[in-house]
């Protein structure tokens, strides 16, 4: 079985020592010479040797002459199931040796990122046709802290960025499940960077080389993807923090237990303290960013809100048409001219409705009446600026064979045409007989489904730029502000769980010296 040890010792008067392994009286690795400055302090060597053996000596060894100053055995595999996984001991030749005892671990990540079908959210150019996305991308640890910028990468939809090494518990908090979020811009040249979107993963994904979809407002992008081109942990190779704290602890364990009980309880409070600052400024973030996210909805509803309303406005404000909807007519005549031959033979009367000439309406023909009572018609106002434009009503005879006779017209608004309606008869004019008494009645004539597109436009705009406007700066006034105030709280957060995280190492650092002093007088 193989373990990764790390060697502290203490009592050693000042000069230069190295820490050797041996199995059997065979060497199996060995510590870099360091200095113990100040006689009888703490020596902890900073290299970690690695050995294939459970049962060892270890010796302390002076580097100008090689003589050993203090030796003892240790039972590997025992000190790392132990709670503490180290071990001290008071050697014949007085000094004290510590061991700490794990399998093999690993606390950097080397990392070669890289994307897939990239959205390109460049503009060709006569200068560069194949201008495309420059990306670069930033990615943030587990606490939503920024830990690393990459370069930029000209013209490629498929980047591949440069290899970087992050340290594990920096980035996870040495969880490989953890969630981490990578995200993604386009920058050109000194110009301002682009979002283009992002995504969610874990350090295990990376290691599995698995593709991960970007998104941007929650929805995939296409088949752009993220994900590692190459991942691997790296082990250990100096001591950690916590292990050089349980290897101090377990030097002065011996002679100091009481004190160390007492200062365990002490910094166990401590901790317990700053837990529950942490945790209160954990939720005061998630509240932050909950409330910064409603927000964002709102602002993003009125964004939307006044983006429509202000196209509808252009729309309408260009349409050719101002005006929209119908005249539902229904108009009849009197004593009208006969211009057809025989005793029997009558006008067969009908009307056109034309506005500048053109016709926009033809009624039904009907034979042989001099007092026609035509059906209703719609009348479409596309054609018209106004309900002030003048239509020409003009009463025709048409025969069998399809030619028509003026029997003649009435010129007057649409408003007029309305305003006529159960009123009295008009007088046709340019009647064929001067002495015909012809008239036009209109019997109904209503406004259906009627809109002035002008009018409309003018009433959006003015909402656009009133109270959508006022409506827009203050949902972004306020959706800013909690951006803000949710990034001060999650800064917080993360300060505050650093400071539980140092604490909660501090009271398990000093646990584990009682433990480690209890194991010793054990022993």
Not at 61 to 72: E, F, G, R, T
Not at 151 to 171: A, I, T
Not at 357 to 381: A, C
Request: charged letters at 20%.
């Amino acid at each position: 079985m193989t373990f990764q040890l790390s060697i502290a010792a203490s009592g050693l008067p000042a000069a230069s020592y190295y820490a050797t392994v041996l199995s059997e009286g065979e060497s199996l690795g060995k510590t870099a010479a360091a200095t113990c400055s100040e006689e009888g302090s703490n020596l902890i060597w900073e290299q970690l040797v690695v050995v294939e053996a459970a049962n060892v000596e270890i010796q302390v060894c002076k580097s100008d002459d090689d003589a050993v100053v203090a030796s003892d055995s240790f039972d590997l595999a025992k000190i790392a199931g132990s709670y503490t996984k180290a071990l001290g001991k008071d050697t014949s030749q007085g000094p004290n040796v510590a061991v700490h005892a794990t399998e093999p671990t690993h606390d950097q990540l080397r990392l070669v990122l890289a994307a897939k079908d990239l959205p390109n959210t460049d503009f060709a150019t006569i200068f560069n046709k194949n201008q495309k996305t420059d990306p670069f991308h930033e990615l943030f640890n587990h606490l939503g802290q920024k830990v690393h910028i990459s370069h930029r990468v000209e013209n490629d939809l498929n980047p591949v960025w440069k290899e970087q090494s992050f340290s594990l518990q920096d980035l996870c908090g040495g969880s490989l499940s953890c969630p981490l979020r990578v995200t993604v811009y386009d920058k050109d040249g000194q110009g301002a960077s682009e979002y283009i979107g992002n995504c969610a993963l874990s350090v295990q994904q990376f290691l599995d080389g698995v593709p991960t979809p970007l998104v941007k407002g929650g929805q995939p992008i296409e088949s752009a993807v993220i994900f590692a081109k190459q991942a691997e942990l790296l082990p250990t190779t100096t001591v950690s923090r916590v292990t050089r704290t349980t290897l101090e602890a377990a030097l002065t364990a011996v002679s100091n237990l009481e004190q160390l009980k007492e200062q365990a309880v002490t910094l166990q409070a401590a901790y317990q303290e700053a837990q529950t600052s942490s945790d209160a400024a954990k939720e005061t973030a998630q509240q932050a960013e909950a409330q910064a996210e409603t927000l964002a909805a709102t602002q993003a509803t009125a964004e939307a809100k006044f983006k429509e309303t202000a196209t509808k406005a252009k729309a309408l404000m260009e349409s050719p048409h101002p005006l929209q909807g119908q005249v539902v007519l229904a108009l009849a005549a009197s004593n009208l001219v006969d211009t057809d031959f025989g005793i029997r033979n009558k006008s067969d009367p009908l009307y056109e409705i034309q506005l500048d000439g053109t016709v926009l309406l033809q009624s039904e023909r009907i034979e042989d009446d001099l007092n026609p009572q035509w059906s209703t018609h719609d009348l479409s106002l596309t054609a018209f600026r106004s309900l002030e434009d003048k239509v020409k009503v003009q009463i025709l005879d048409k025969d069998g064979g399809g030619e028509t006779t003026p029997l003649g017209y009435v010129e007057l608004s649409v408003n007029e045409l309305m305003a006529k309606a159960g009123g009295d008869a008009m007088t046709l004019q340019d009647q064929p007989k001067q002495s015909t008494k012809g008239a036009l009645i209109v019997k109904a004539a209503k406004l259906q489904n009627f809109a002035n597109t002008k009018e409309q436009a003018q009433a959006l705009k003015e909402e656009c730029e009133g109270p959508l406007q006022t409506a827009l700066d203050e949902a972004s006034a306020a959706w800013k502000a909690a951006q803000d105030k949710a990034v001060e709280a999650r800064k917080a957060a993360a300060e505050l769980a650093a400071a539980a995280l140092a604490a909660q190492e501090q009271s398990e650092a000093a646990e584990n010296a009682v433990k480690m002093a209890e194991l010793v007088i054990d022993e």
